[in-house]
């Protein structure tokens, strides 16, 4: 039976953001005077939230008081640069089209900071994606790999678990499939490659976007 809904993760599985989150962890960490960090070190960093990414960013022994003032800076700037270098994956957007265009509902749901994926998503992706939810603890919904954001859009999709496959790039993504109850695709051309995908159990991988759709349909 081929599903009824396909949930992307975003970054490292819709888009390239890995330029603009380094170039923004480097940004807030400068201006608090604390060593600089390389992309392969930010690509480990990035997955649980913007919170856990300057968490693990800053030096050991950064007092939480610094921390925050370091985050706020980093979402002040993000949030003015995040469309600098970020760019779709080739192929990604025809394969959007195509499930669209055969009524497969679609959705995202990401660790990425609210604010940023509803910026991110209409700029590069128009109206291909009905729901896109990012990370808003705040308001009460725990973030991936919890399966609450997950349930949240298969209620406003109208899909149950069973109709619906969740795709990404990281073990997050898969541990987020698997406390929903979905099945899951990895993909990747993400953060985190094929080996470390397989070191995970995860027995679906597409090497390039075009293969989602023999899992798919």
């Known amino acids: 039976m081929a599903f009824q809904a396909v949930i992307f993760d975003l970054d490292g599985t819709l ?9 923004s962890v480097n940004y807030a960490l400068q201006k608090f005077h ?3 960090r390389t992309e392969e070190e930010v690509r480990g960093f990035v997955g649980n939230g913007i919170a856990k990414l300057i968490e693990r960013a800053v030096p050991d022994g950064t007092d939480k008081p610094e921390q925050e003032k370091i985050l706020q800076t980093f979402r002040e700037y993000y949030g003015q640069h ?12 025809d394969v959007l089209r195509n499930l669209k265009q055969n009524k497969i ?7 990425k900071a609210d604010f940023a994926v509803k910026k991110l998503i209409p700029f590069y992706f128009e109206d291909l994606i009905a729901i ?8 009460g919904i725990r973030k991936k790999p919890a399966p609450d954001m997950v349930h949240s859009v ?6 149950s678990k069973e109709e619906a496959v969740y795709v990404g790039d990281s073990e997050v993504d898969f541990m ?5 109850g979905l099945s899951f695709i990895g993909v990747s051309w993400g953060f985190k490659g094929r080996p470390f995908l397989e070191k995970y159990g995860v027995e679906k991988i597409a090497d390039e976007p075009k293969e989602l759709y023999k899992f798919v349909y």
Do not use: F, M, R
């Open 82 to 93: 995040c469309q600098d270098k970020t760019a779709v994956y080739d192929g990604i957007t």
């Open 132 to 139: 896109a939810k990012g990370e808003d603890e705040a308001a």
């Open 154 to 159: 298969l209620e406003e999709l109208g899909c």
């Open 105 to 111: 509902k679609i959705a995202v749901v990401s660790n």
């Open 15 to 23: 888009l390239n953001t890995l330029d603009d989150l380094a170039a």
């Open 34 to 36: 604390k060593p600089l």
């Open 176 to 180: 987020t499939a698997n406390n929903a």
